[in-house]
């Protein structure tokens, strides 16, 4: 149980960790930066958009 609860909190954490990076960068990334970033680390999702 205790293992499963340290999963539960570093699984919470990281999902904190992603939506702040994403509203920081809402903030400070120009529109054409978040774009170009999109290509750059989930590729695998444009290929997928038809």
Known sequence: ????????????????????DRQVSFIYT?????YLNLFKERSQLIVEIP
């Open 1 to 20: 149980m205790k293992e499963t609860l340290k999963a539960f909190y570093r699984m919470v954490e990281y999902m904190l960790n992603d939506l702040i």
């Open 30 to 34: 120009t529109p054409t930066e978040r």
